[in-house]
Structures are given as C-alpha cells and as structure tokens.
C-alpha cells in the first residue's frame, strides 16, 4: 500500500490538465471584466460628452421652441451614437 502512494506521488501526468482547469476559468474571468470595464469607460465619456454638448447648445440660445428641443433631442442621438438614449436614458432640460 504504501508503494502505491509513493507511485502515485511521484506520477507527473496530467499535471497540465489540473493547472489549465484551475487558471482557464481566472483567465476567462479577468477577459471579461477587462471587456466589461472598458466598455463602462466608453459610455460614461459618451454621456458626459452629450450632456456637455448639450447644455452648451442650450446655453447660446435665447429661448426655446419645441422645434429647437427636438432638435437638440436629434443631436443628443446623434452624439451618443451607437448606442441609443432613448431606450434607457433621459435629458432634462430646464
């Protein structure tokens, strides 16, 4: 018995099998918050250019129209792009 523990101490096989269990699914993990995470920094400069371009359109005018907020409504569409703002975000405009 205790030869059979001594063989099986010593046995190298599949050693590259247990380590590429271990480290493929960390592995994956940080791909996918390094994915996640840069898309989270693309929106967020997407938003903060919108708002900015915005609310310096809404500064140079004197009063405003309904044509004009729907016009700034297109380009706030316009600056987002690709992703769409009117599915799951909102623009105050006061």
């Given at each position: 018995?205790?030869?059979?523990?001594?063989?099986?101490?010593?046995?190298?096989?599949?050693?590259?099998?247990?380590?590429?269990?271990?480290?493929?699914?960390?592995?994956?993990?940080?791909?996918?918050?390094?994915?996640?995470?840069?898309?989270?920094?693309?929106?967020?400069?997407?938003?903060e250019r919108t708002?900015?371009?915005?609310a310096d359109l809404?500064s140079q005018s004197?009063?405003?129209?309904?044509?004009?907020?729907?016009?700034?409504?297109?380009?706030?569409?316009?600056?987002?792009?690709?992703?769409?703002?009117?599915?799951?975000?909102?623009?105050?405009?006061?």
């Amino acid at each position: 018995m205790l030869r059979f523990i001594r063989s099986l101490i010593r046995d190298v096989r599949g050693n590259l099998s247990v380590e590429l269990a271990i480290a493929a699914p960390v592995l994956m993990g940080l791909l996918l918050c390094g994915i996640e995470i840069t898309r989270f920094v693309l929106i967020n400069q997407k938003a903060e250019r919108t708002s900015a371009t915005i609310a310096d359109l809404v500064s140079q005018s004197h009063g405003m129209s309904e044509g004009e907020i729907n016009s700034l409504m297109d380009a706030s569409n316009f600056v987002m792009a690709p992703y769409n703002i009117a599915d799951d975000g909102q623009i105050v405009v006061s």
